[in-house]
């Protein structure tokens, strides 16, 4: 997934697919398999760190939706590096460590 979104979404978000693209993946059930939520925890970070926006904010959606123990430390630390978002960002960000995305 990293590599897709470095070379291809970071240039040509295809509107809301690199938006959206995790909800295609995320699991819903209550007994998800750690390691899987642990892989794509570790994909969302990466994808966190890239220079594109529109990478940033579909890393934010996924981190949304999913359940990790270091999903708030990580939003956190975007919103401390990234002080100069938008305001709108801003509250998405703070909805995604809450799990309030759409």
């Not at 123990?69 to 909805?95: F, G, M, N, S, V």
Request: with cysteine; aromatic share 12%.
């Amino acid at each position: 997934m990293v590599p897709l979104f470095e070379k291809f979404f970071s240039r040509k978000p295809l509107g809301y697919t690199c938006h959206m693209w995790f909800d295609l993946l995320r699991y819903f059930g209550e007994d998800g398999d750690k390691r899987v939520v642990n892989e794509l925890y570790l994909t969302l970070e990466k994808i966190l760190l890239m220079d594109s926006f529109q990478c940033q904010a579909s890393a934010l959606h996924g981190l949304g939706h999913l359940d990790h123990p270091a999903k708030k430390d990580l939003i956190t630390k975007y919103l401390r590096k990234h002080r100069d978002l938008y305001p709108e960002a801003r509250r998405y960000a703070k909805a995604a460590i809450k799990g309030r995305v759409l």
